[in-house]
Structures are given as C-alpha cells and as structure tokens.
C-alpha cells in the first residue's frame, strides 16, 4: 500500500477539523443573505462583523480597513490597479521573484497605463537589495507605490518588511505586501509597520480556498473595481461567502492560538528533513537561504538536486507514483514549461538544468513522512548523482 505523504503546504493546506466544522454549521443554520434586514440576514451579517473584527485584532487594525476578497490574488489585484488609478500613483517599484499574482498585474498595469516600473536587485541569498531599494526611491519624483513580498512562496526569504516600510515612510511612499505566506505563520502586528496595504489568504493557514483579505489603511482613497452593492464598505460588491469569512476566522484564531507549538514543531520536521538530505543524498544544494532560519521562513526548504538531465524531467511524476506530493517551483508554476522566474534570478546557469524542488511542511507532518520522502529520493537516485 502506498504511502501518502503531502509537503505541498506553501500551495494549500489541509482544512483543520475544527474549521470545517464551523463552517458546516454555518452552511446549515445561518444561510440568510446578509444583505437582508430580515432576521436570517441579520444573523449572517453578525457572523461576517464578528469575523472581520477577530481579523482585525490579530493584525492590531481596525475592523473596517479589513476588506473581505476571493482571496490574495483578487487582493493584490484590488489595491494595485486602484493606487494607479485612485491615488495617482505613476511608478511601481517590486522585484522580479514576487508572486505572479503581483508581477502580472503590474506588467499589465505598464502596459495599459503607461507608468514606470522599476526592479529592486535581489542577492544571490534570494534577499532584496536594501540599499538599491533606498536608492529607487531617493531618486523617483513621481508618485510611489513598493510592492513587495512578506515571505518568497518558493524560496522562503523573509523581507525585513519594518526596514521597508520605514524606507518608504521616509521617501514618501506607498507600501503594499503580499503577505500570503506569513499571516497565520508568523505574529503580524500592522500596527507597528508603515505599511498601506496588504493580502491575505485563507487557505495558506489551514482555512477554506476562495477567500481572503485586503487591509487598505483607513482614509487611503481606494475606490473599488467590482461595482453592484455596497457589501464589503463598497469595495467588492457582490453577497458574501459567509461560510468561507467565519471558516477563515476560524482558522486565523486556531493558528495563532497555537503558533508557538506549531512553529517549534514544524522547524523541527524541516531541520530533520536537511539534515536527512545531507546525510543521504550527495551534492544536494539548498536555494537561497532556505536553510537559514533567521532569512527564511520555518514552513519549507527550496532543493537543487544532483540529478542527470534524463532522468530529471519524471522526477515529479515518480514522487507523484510514490505517493509525495510537492512542487517544482510554486504550484502556480508547475504545469508550466517555463521553469521558476524565481530561481532564474538567483541560479547559476548549471543549477538551473537541474531540477529544483519545493518542499513546504505544516503541523500534519512527520519525520516518518520525511523518511519515505529519502528512501524514495535515495532509490530515485541511485548511480544517477552527478558532481556540483
């Protein structure tokens, strides 16, 4: 029987039990609409409040910069497009290796809207260019905005996000963070960031897929991009995903309730799973600073492995068959023929014919499951190393 082992958290995580049974009770009990005064309207509206307010207090903001999306490329999208249009903003400065989410859009925006768009160097270590950051800004006469990631999807570097904030404090800038990996990962308190914008998702922390959040600083002038109702303070017209808001509120509340244990836990599974590599398959390399605790985050490590090019190319399929689950780059990436645009900014050419594998953990896993993930690797391998 096959074992089933799944290190792909970094794209989903598994829904705690606890989740889904709330929003279970919900979906039964309290499926009024919440834009109804009736009673069952009401009561749903209750919920919705209820959430954004919890939501609002673990990120030490107020409960109406909370702003429920599908998510945080709906997010990412929301606060882009209208800093452009609303606030005048006419140069966007992010880096090469953000979230396509973030890239995408703003390639978009470049094109449309004609603005300027500047890249922040990164280090071979996967970490931004702090003083070519500083630079950017020192030198732009136009209207900012710095779009910059929390924690790299792929690679795990952590953006010393208080540094960028004071920079962009300082030069008068506007600060947005896709801050999917870290929210319900790591204690977040906005309140002590100059940041202006931020985007959230649910189902990176043990929640439901399909919602999330924007924070939007009070009095920013956002304007919304989906017209109808006046849900969401008319941000984002459209009913809301009671369900979905309670069950994200849910599974918020139980991450941070048992953050400590859970980030002890999980870093220990990930300093078992290097050592377990270094110890038995030769010439492995680790991207970025994937190993390095202090610049990466706890929740996965970025693997180059020592595998001749024939054989690279099923390596994601004889896991699959094996019964392990985890991505070539992000899992937005992995049917792609393209290869990471992460790792091609921070690779040598020859690391980057090898292939390179993310395994990202949760509080699911064991060391028994990194165990079957090395007797695979070590088999898969075998008289197949070649020299790094």
Do not use: W
């Amino acid at each position: 029987m096959t074992q089933h082992v799944y290190f792909d958290s970094a794209a989903t995580t598994q829904i705690r039990p606890e989740v889904i049974t709330k929003m279970v009770s919900v979906l039964q009990d309290d499926f009024g609409n919440p834009s109804s005064t009736h009673g069952f309207g009401r009561s749903a509206k209750n919920h919705i409040e209820h959430a954004r307010k919890n939501i609002a207090n673990y990120l030490g903001v107020k409960a109406s910069e909370i702003i429920f999306t599908s998510g945080g490329t709906e997010a990412d999208n929301l606060v882009l497009n209208s800093a452009v249009r609303d606030l005048g903003v006419t140069h966007i400065i992010t880096s090469k290796i953000e979230h396509h989410a973030v890239l995408h859009t703003v390639q978009e925006i470049e094109v449309n809207q004609s603005i300027q768009v500047s890249y922040v160097n990164i280090n071979s270590d996967g970490i931004i260019d702090y003083d070519h950051l500083e630079s950017l800004l020192k030198s732009s006469d136009k209207k900012t905005l710095v779009s910059l990631m929390h924690i790299n999807n792929e690679i795990g570097t952590i953006l010393d996000i208080q540094r960028v904030g004071e920079l962009c404090k300082t030069y008068e800038a506007l600060f947005h963070s896709d801050m999917v990996q870290s929210v319900g990962h790591f204690e977040v308190d906005l309140n002590t960031i100059h940041v202006d914008f931020i985007a959230v998702s649910a189902h990176k922390f043990h929640g439901p897929k399909g919602i999330g959040f924007a924070y939007i600083r009070k009095n920013s002038g956002l304007k919304p991009l989906i017209f109808g109702g006046e849900q969401e303070r008319g941000y984002r017209a459209g009913t809301e995903s009671v369900h979905n808001i309670v069950g994200m509120d849910e599974a918020l509340k139980l991450s941070y309730e048992h953050l400590q244990e859970e980030q002890k836990y999980i870093l220990d599974v990930k300093k078992y799973f290097i050592k377990e590599l270094k110890n038995n398959i030769p010439g492995v390399k680790f991207n970025a600073s994937c190993t390095d605790n202090e610049k990466s985050t706890y929740t996965l490590i970025n693997v180059c492995l020592p595998i001749a090019d024939e054989k690279a190319g099923i390596l994601l399929f004889h896991l699959d068959i094996n019964g392990i689950a985890c991505s070539k780059g992000s899992a937005c990436q992995s049917g792609s023929s393209t290869g990471s645009h992460v790792l091609a900014e921070i690779l040598s050419d020859e690391d980057l014919k090898k292939p390179s594998i993310r395994f990202s953990f949760s509080r699911f896993n064991t060391k028994e499951d990194v165990d079957h993930v090395i007797e695979v690797l070590k088999k898969f391998t075998n008289e197949e190393v070649v020299s790094v």
